[in-house]
């Protein structure tokens, strides 16, 4: 697993140079265009140099994706994430990051889930209703990592960059919390109880939910309270931030609580009590400058797999026609999943169809709806959900990706 990391590494490294020198794009959808590219020479290799394809392939194998986003880089990138965001700010918007967060993914899960379900049919391809809603739950969390960067250039209103931000930061715990759910339910073979089902799924977002966040405010804490203590040496500061993730996701996994929710919640209380995008301190410019550094290699190595994995699938037309009309439904049940809860409540924005379209379009899909189409086994229809997943993310990073900065200029241009 290290030498696949290490080779996984490097070339995310190389197409990091190739992006800046030459290509100019965001980062993240530079390194996914190139890593597609680069499959074209390796799927050419197969029938030429078939040792060289088949060392390529193990590499992406024993890289693990699913296990190293999940159980590895997903707490690092939201720790990263949350440390940078301003607490005062995001309680302006906390109303909107809530019901985003929660109902907006319920129902986008319900709409997304019972679309495809009935667009399945019509290809003849066989996806039980409950294995459709599990699809919907793994493609509703967005991930607008490779799109914040685009946005704020676009001059878009400060309040709307802050629900963008602050519902990335907790859609993801509360995605896997809902498709954990629904996972349960999907497991169960024969004569159930749905009351023992309904209690098991409410235990399930305790400990999750509700135990993530109280877990998080705790090592938060912890690690504020060292590091607070630490102003004369930055080195071991920064040790210990890195201690709240490694060792604050170990735990989290012990006591089955959310990893990803209690990242968020220990990054942003550190982050706001040591104030470290000031970069006024010794402190601060060490832990601003180690986990910016460190966003950019996990992101780097997260979107160069996605890119790479994809040659390792086999695309029907079947398949592919799925996928392009759930392109449609995602984008569908988006629009509504946002303009719902959005008009429950009270906004800065003048117009707020602007916000609306832009959070739709922004809301792309990335490597968290992966790695949990890479959990599923056939038994819950995992082959064909992961390849329509894969069609999704591609389309949603690099049409969405490439193209949300000039829709959003074009939405806020002066008139």
């Known amino acids: 697993m290290f030498e696949s990391f290490s080779i996984v590494f490097t070339i995310a490294a190389f197409f990091s140079y190739i992006n800046y020198k030459w290509l100019k794009l965001p980062t993240t959808i530079g390194l996914m265009i ?8 390796i799927t050419l290799s197969e029938s030429i140099f078939p040792e060289f394809y088949k060392f390529f392939c193990d590499i992406i194998v024993n890289a693990d994706f699913k296990t190293l986003l999940l159980d590895g880089i997903l707490s690092f990138l939201l720790f990263a994430g949350a440390l940078h965001v301003n607490l005062a700010s995001l309680a302006k918007e906390k109303k909107s990051i809530i019901l985003f967060a929660t109902l907006g993914v319920l129902i986008s899960t319900v709409i997304v889930g019972s679309l495809t379900y009935f667009t399945a049919q019509l290809f003849d391809l066989d996806l039980p209703f409950i294995h459709a809603l599990l699809f919907g739950a793994l493609i509703s969390p967005t991930d607008p990592i490779a799109v914040m960067a ?3 250039k676009a001059n878009i209103a400060e309040s709307l960059g802050i629900k963008i931000e602050g519902e990335s930061l907790f859609n993801d715990g509360i ?3 809902v498709f954990s759910g629904i996972l349960i339910i999907a497991s169960v073979t024969g004569e159930f109880n749905s009351t023992e089902i309904g209690t098991e799924i409410g235990i399930l977002f305790l400990e999750e939910a509700v135990g993530g966040i109280l877990y998080g405010l705790l090592i938060g804490f912890i690690g504020l309270k060292c590091m607070q203590s630490l102003n004369d040496n930055p080195q071991l500061a920064v040790m210990m931030s890195l201690a709240v ?3 604050g996701t170990a735990g989290a996994f012990l006591m089955h609580t959310s990893a990803p929710l209690a990242m968020v919640v220990a990054g942003l209380l550190i982050g706001n009590k040591i104030h470290v995008s000031e970069n ?3 402190v601060q ?9 460190l966003d950019d290699v996990f992101n780097g190595i997260l979107f160069v797999l996605i890119g790479l994995a994809i040659h390792l699938l086999d695309f029907t037309s079947s398949y592919v026609y799925l996928g392009v009309i759930t392109i449609i439904i995602v984008l569908l049940a988006r629009f509504i999943s946002v303009f719902l809860p959005y008009s429950l409540l009270k906004h800065e924005e003048d117009k707020p ?4 379209a832009i959070l739709t379009w922004g809301g792309l899909r990335g490597g968290i709806s992966i790695a949990l189409a890479l959990s599923l086994s056939d038994q819950f229809s995992g082959n064909l959900i992961l390849h329509i997943t894969y069609i999704i993310v591609i389309f949603s990073i690099i049409v969405q990706g490439l193209s949300i900065g000039a829709f959003a200029q074009k939405l806020y241009q002066k008139k």
């Open 34 to 41: 190139l890593s597609l590219l680069l499959i074209i020479p």
């Open 150 to 152: 685009i946005l704020k």
């Open 175 to 177: 995605g896997v919390v």
């Open 245 to 247: 993730v490694m060792g």
């Open 280 to 282: 006024k301190s010794e």
């Open 285 to 293: 410019i060490a832990i601003n400058s180690f986990w910016a550094i």
């Open 353 to 356: 169809i602007k916000t609306i």
